[in-house]
């Protein structure tokens, strides 16, 4: 099994920077690729960012967002600028691993954004 633990959400006014932590652990795993998704409420969860060898971004937060990744760390980052309102949702980690002789997707608990004066 694989384990993501988020971290480094919270309160924050419009404009400001945030900084999201996704640490992955487990045994015998292979990463293929790990994303940021967010879901506010009363909508779908869609994609924020996504890394493997090259990253993605939505248009929503293209040129504001950054997703990075130490691999000797098994940890992915999400640093959020220039925050606005409608940025503020539950962002969650997600991994595609290589593990058990197959592929498996994971996804963590989750870690509230919330932007607002």
């Known amino acids: 099994q694989v384990q993501l633990v988020e971290s480094g959400g919270g309160l924050v006014q419009p404009g400001g920077s945030l900084r999201l932590s996704c640490a992955a652990s487990?045994?015998?795993?292979?990463?293929?690729?790990m994303g940021w998704y967010r879901q506010a409420p009363g909508k779908q969860r869609e994609l924020v960012a996504v890394i493997s060898s090259s990253t993605s971004y939505a248009d929503s937060v293209q040129g504001r967002f950054t997703i990075s990744r130490d691999n000797a760390k098994s940890t992915m980052y999400l640093q959020m600028n220039s925050l606005k309102p409608e940025d503020t949702a539950v962002y969650y980690c997600?991994?595609?691993?290589?593990?058990?002789?197959?592929?498996?997707?994971?996804w963590g608990q989750g870690t509230q954004v919330t932007v607002s004066s």
């Open positions: 487990g045994s015998e795993f292979s990463i293929k690729s």
């Open positions: 997600s991994a595609i691993v290589a593990i058990f002789g197959g592929i498996r997707n994971y």
